[in-house]
């Protein structure tokens, strides 16, 4: 059974630090792009940040490259978060993502989603 299993989020102060994991298991993890995303009340999901298969290259959406860092650990299948100098704005329920192309297929997983609540 696929399982992406999100943890970490909670309620911080603005300017804070959080670090949300999302345990994989059930398929190949290491065979996977990562990528984290986030959904804001009201508001579509946006990608946040992603890191390929081996861990070698990472990218973030822009409003998010100075602040956040993502990491993978793919002896532990897991997948990290890190976020500083948070802000009110980054108030979202935070999703990973795993996804795979191969040949003409593409398979994508999702977690349930773990809560970030930033407020004083």
């Known amino acids: 059974q696929v399982q992406l299993v999100e943890s970490g989020g909670g309620l911080v102060q603005p300017g804070g630090s959080l670090r949300l994991s999302c345990v994989a298991s059930g398929f190949a993890f290491s065979g996977y792009a990562m990528r984290w995303y986030r959904q804001a009340p009201g508001k579509e999901r946006e990608w946040v940040a992603a890191i390929t298969s081996a861990g070698g290259s990472t990218s973030y959406a822009d409003s998010m490259k100075a602040r956040f860092t993502i990491s993978r650990d793919n002896a532990k299948k897991t997948v990290y978060l890190q976020m500083n100098s948070l802000k009110s704005e980054d108030t979202a329920v935070y999703y990973c993502?795993?996804?795979?192309?191969?040949?003409?297929?593409?398979?994508?997983?999702w977690g349930q989603g773990t809560q970030v609540t930033v407020s004083s």
């Open positions: 993502n795993a996804r795979r192309v191969s040949g003409l297929r593409e398979y994508e997983y």
